[in-house]
């Protein structure tokens, strides 16, 4: 998975792109993003690392249209995600037209 994270202490920059996530219980992101952004209401299921027990934890959130949750989740999982996403992401630079 590509981590845009790896070694950089202030990731809290504006999203340059995005891309429609696909949950699925057995594959990862390909990459990590800065935010998930719900574009139709559900349940978001994911996966992050749980530095306190060392162990990947599974956690569900409703989420409504709209609205940005800034996590960087290794998976989106397919069971129990109702809604759709879009991960958020730094991107490269645009040229200008």
């Known amino acids: 998975m590509k981590d845009d994270f790896l070694g950089n202490q202030n990731p809290l920059h504006p999203a340059r792109q995005h891309y429609r996530i696909v949950p699925n ?13 719900c574009v139709a209401t559900g349940d978001l299921a ?5 530095p306190v027990n060392a162990a990947w934890l599974n956690q569900t959130l ?5 609205q940005i949750l800034e996590i960087q989740p290794r998976r989106v999982l397919l069971t129990g995600t109702t809604g759709t ?12 037209a």
């Open 85 to 96: 996403f879009n991960a958020l992401l730094w991107g490269d630079e645009e040229e200008e």
């Open 62 to 66: 409703a989420m409504t249209v709209g």
């Open 25 to 37: 219980d057995n594959t990862n992101l390909p990459t990590r993003p800065i935010a998930i952004l």
């Open 46 to 50: 994911y996966r992050m690392w749980d």
